[in-house]
């Protein structure tokens, strides 16, 4: 379980393909305080370490399945790709964001990016059936951060990132056309298990 505070940037730094899709990450501080078996979320997706290296250029190396890969932007990332990294709360961690699951609903794409002050207003297309549960004044994790949603449409949906967010997450680097990982409010998406199964 995360809170959509992300914790420190990494990046991609090699990729291996075959059916699970191997992904080295690069980043210093992290890695000194991770084991094999740890859960880590990397741009919101909930990974499990599976080895580490602490000596010159430090990283970690996790591995996203083909369910994975099907629900997410995994296969978007390539070398250099930066990654918004977050290790799972302890208990009595302040939950400073809202709850976050590290399970990927679905992938939108960026379709705007635009100044509002010193804040940038994002608007994302998402045709994917997770649209009807995203609210507005609602929460969302957007590559593993926690936001507000602002407006909503039958296809898209907007969020403001403040100048903080910006600078400490991957959203520095994003562009129109980007894809992105969605994960749903967890009430909603038991909402939508409910209408779902017609109970």
Not at 31 to 44: H, P, R, W
């Given at each position: 379980m995360f809170s959509g505070l992300v914790t420190h940037?990494?990046?991609?730094?090699?990729?291996?393909?075959?059916?699970?899709?191997?992904?080295r990450i690069h980043q210093e501080e992290i890695v000194e305080?991770?084991?094999?078996?740890?859960?880590?979320?990397?741009?919101?997706?909930?990974?499990?370490?599976?080895?580490?290296?602490?000596?010159?250029s430090p990283w970690f190396e996790v591995q996203a399945s083909q369910e994975t890969q099907n629900k997410s932007n995994v296969n978007h990332?390539?070398?250099?790709?930066?990654?918004?990294?977050?290790?799972?709360?302890?208990?009595?961690?302040?939950?400073?964001?809202?709850?976050?699951?590290?399970?990927?609903?679905?992938?939108?794409?960026?379709?705007?990016?635009?100044?509002?002050?010193?804040?940038?207003?994002?608007?994302f297309t998402n045709s994917s059936p997770i649209q009807p549960f995203i609210a507005p004044k609602g929460s969302v994790a957007i590559n593993g951060v926690s936001l507000t949603v602002n407006d909503v449409s039958p296809q898209h949906f907007s969020v403001n990132l403040i100048p903080h967010t910006l600078q400490v997450t991957a959203f520095s680097n994003a562009q129109v056309g980007d894809r992105v990982n969605i994960e749903i409010d967890p009430i909603a998406r038991y909402v939508k298990q409910i209408l779902q199964s017609g109970a």
């Amino acid at each position: 379980m995360f809170s959509g505070l992300v914790t420190h940037l990494g990046s991609v730094g090699a990729i291996e393909k075959h059916t699970e899709v191997t992904l080295r990450i690069h980043q210093e501080e992290i890695v000194e305080t991770l084991n094999i078996g740890n859960s880590i979320s990397c741009n919101g997706i909930c990974l499990t370490v599976i080895r580490t290296h602490t000596t010159a250029s430090p990283w970690f190396e996790v591995q996203a399945s083909q369910e994975t890969q099907n629900k997410s932007n995994v296969n978007h990332w390539h070398v250099g790709t930066l990654i918004n990294l977050e290790r799972p709360l302890r208990v009595g961690d302040e939950l400073g964001g809202h709850i976050v699951l590290g399970h990927v609903d679905g992938v939108a794409e960026i379709t705007r990016i635009e100044p509002v002050g010193h804040s940038q207003r994002y608007e994302f297309t998402n045709s994917s059936p997770i649209q009807p549960f995203i609210a507005p004044k609602g929460s969302v994790a957007i590559n593993g951060v926690s936001l507000t949603v602002n407006d909503v449409s039958p296809q898209h949906f907007s969020v403001n990132l403040i100048p903080h967010t910006l600078q400490v997450t991957a959203f520095s680097n994003a562009q129109v056309g980007d894809r992105v990982n969605i994960e749903i409010d967890p009430i909603a998406r038991y909402v939508k298990q409910i209408l779902q199964s017609g109970a």
